[in-house]
């Protein structure tokens, strides 16, 4: 079995953000996907545990998540990918505005945001999976182009953050 | 709610494909996911219930998925994507072998392909969401590039079918 093989299935860049009272906390994920599109479409989207943004999301029942662009670079991707919620306050320097839902959804370089209730949660090992039902969602600049997991590794060179579902313990990427 | 914010989500191609006794069927999906790493990987894979793939996933509990590269045409992805398996013989006229759990594996014009059981299977409405554990993997061109849901869209102007997770019933694409 070559576990490699799981590098070659395609994903977007996505932020999530949630908020339980005055905790606030958001992580660059890569697994958003629409699963039904009657009525109120559903989204699933899996989220590591040990992510201060999962404990929120299980919270408060209550996650957004803005597309990220082409427009995006490291910095910004750095400042929600690769440290936690707990010890920073991850809106300081950052575009946002307040949901209907009353969490905030990042805006800097985002294609269009969507704010979900969670439906259901199924715990996979080192991630839980959320399914999601879409309350609102809005485009923020629809000329944008979202941008692909695979641009953000090949143009921008980014690394997979150990907390991702497709984090490779052995090759350390 | 603009729900044309979905259209920006990113998505691979793949070719699902199951066998139940001898009946045998395969479609395709844009709704693969990884949702963890650790021990065995853990993937998802929304099908339409309408689907014959999908009563067949549900009969063997076991599905195999192939990652579709760029050089498929429209043709392949209309042989899987736009008839049914009810009526039609899906493996004739196209190169496959046979998996290790016993299930044709498509292989023309595919990266790699992986093996997997179904552990869950969760009522999305419209879609079943089959959490998966992948058993095998393997490549079989690793030059090759995965097609993306948008390659597909703009590239090969294909159409979405009405069965898809994401299928605009008002937009009738």
Known sequence: MD?????????????????????????IVNTVTQITAENK???????????????????SKK?????????????EIGRFGFRSGRDN?????????????????????????????????????THDLFVLEMQDGEFLDEALTPMTYEYYHSVIKGKTPPKASTYNKEKGE
């Open 89 to 125: 306050n991850k809106l300081e320097g950052t575009e946002y505005k307040i949901g209907k839902n009353n969490i905030p959804i990042i805006t800097e370089n985002i294609v269009a945001y969507m704010e979900c209730d969670v439906i259901d949660i199924i715990d996979s090992g």
């Open 41 to 59: 479409p559903k989204l699933i989207v899996a989220i590591n545990k040990d992510n201060y943004t999962n404990s929120l999301v299980k919270e």
């Open 3 to 27: 576990n490699k093989v799981l590098f070659k299935l395609s994903y977007g860049m996505y932020i999530v953000s949630s908020k339980s009272g005055e905790k606030f906390s958001a992580c």
């Open 63 to 75: 996650i957004n998540i803005s597309i990220l662009s082409n427009k995006a670079d490291m910095l």
